[in-house]
């Protein structure tokens, strides 16, 4: 192999470590690897871009106008009942969760900008509740029909994915509020995307990863639990096992992976020998090296645990090939504003409100009682609910294009005036507020997740979790069960681990 890299004869030489796996990107998929690999007596060593552990999950500190400094999920946060790999992770690590507050009436804003107050089922007319159970019922029936497993292997798959979400919704029902309101559990409620821009077959995979679309229809299963101190806290204990193995800091910026193919050399246009058409040993060891700034780290295998926008943020020794190269610009992250705002007490509470609200289309669209409980960076107590009341809200996808064009008073104001729509005036005077601004991160560039453009799961997906040479991948945005959330990352990470693991086994 080929170790040329850029000269440090000038600069501080880089220091030099040797491990069985070096793992990229220290999010809950790649310290989920690392865990699985030093259990199973691999060497790892995990590189992390950031001086932080935990990637899109992230607990975080905001200023009062109390004086107080209050404690905010910034990221990933909620678990549901059927992540299970998650929920048994955290029992191991010895983390307490508790249930979002759900005593009381929910909040609906109906198109035309009428409150209702209401239990149980929204409060929309007959024909057009109607119409949603008639809607849920096809998305039900075809994620259970195509699974969350290879949903590019059904026989129609390229069909179901030659259609926008909104165009199949239309086609199916004429009742605009239904369409809305059914449209925002996978649009601007999960891939934070306009529902004109990606497939029927994403939108089932969507439901598919959750057991069933009814199941993201519900606020009360698909936003179930938090940890007390943070969804965080999961990271941070997993790197606290690993401990030196995690290094910080450090963006791999240059991948060694393989040996050219010689073949693929072409004189008489200066192209230099690739591997365009793949390895051999696709999953099998190899001789591998990370660059970052300060570190080389030279493994036999790596495990490559970012979001799929970031692939291409690497440059990779020979360049992969090319389906990889092509299929890696169909995945794109999503744009959504997670608004935090913390009120002296839960005050909706005094009025008989759970603080769950909903609006299709409108600029705060879900609210949701985010009160902390527990231990948590801010201080706090095990087991004991913080006193002040903080609501957590979401502004999606074009909505978040043009709000965040406004001058920050602007937006605060049209922000809050949007709460106050659902829960009144006392919505407008929070002692703390802040924006979670994940698209301005450089190591994620939006939020929730990535997804693909129309077209490109059928044609492009089988390629996601297949390794390439050395080089394994995991990250929630290629997950099955759980995709888009920690469960799937913390399952991407393990399954990564025990495919080397297995081919280690088998020589
Ligand atoms: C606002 C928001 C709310 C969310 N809400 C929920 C929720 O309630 N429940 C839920 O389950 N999920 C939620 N999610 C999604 C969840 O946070 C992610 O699915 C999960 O964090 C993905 O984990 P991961 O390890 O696959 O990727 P990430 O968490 O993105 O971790 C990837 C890591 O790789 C690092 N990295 C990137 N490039 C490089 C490089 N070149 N070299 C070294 N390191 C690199 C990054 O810095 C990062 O630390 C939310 C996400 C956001 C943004």
Known sequence: MSTEHPSTAEATPRTARDCDVVVIGAGPAGLMAARTLTRHGLSVTVLEARDRVGGRTWNGLVQGADGREHFIEIGGQWISPDQTRLTALVEELGLPTFQRYREGASVYLSPDGTRHVYDGEMPVSETTQAEMDRLIAELDALAAEVGATAPWDHPRAAELDAVPFRTWLTSLSEDQEAIDNVSIYVASGMLTKPS???????????????GSFSNLVDEDFILDARVEGGMQSVSRAMAAELGEDVVLGQPVRTLHWAEPDAATADALNEVAADVRDGVPQDGGPGDVLAVTEDYEVRARYAVLAVPPNLYSRISYVPPLPRRQMVAHQHLSMGLVIKVHAVYETPFWREEGLSG?????????????????????????????????????????????????ELPAERRREEILEAMAEYLGPRAKEPVAFFLSDMAAEEWTRGAYATSYDLGGLSRWGHLQNRPVGPIHFACSDIAAEGYQHVDGAVRMGEAAALAIVDQERRG
């Open 196 to 210: 004109t821009t990606f497939s029927l077959l994403q939108a089932v995979l969507m439901a598919a990863s959750a």
């Open 356 to 404: 769950t609200c909903f609006g299709g289309g409108r600029l705060v669209q879900e609210l949701y009682d985010n009160t902390n409980r527990g231990a948590n960076d801010a201080g706090g107590e095990p087991g004991v609910e913080d006193t002040c009341g903080t609501m957590v809200g979401f502004v999606s996808d074009v909505h978040a294009e043009r709000i965040w």
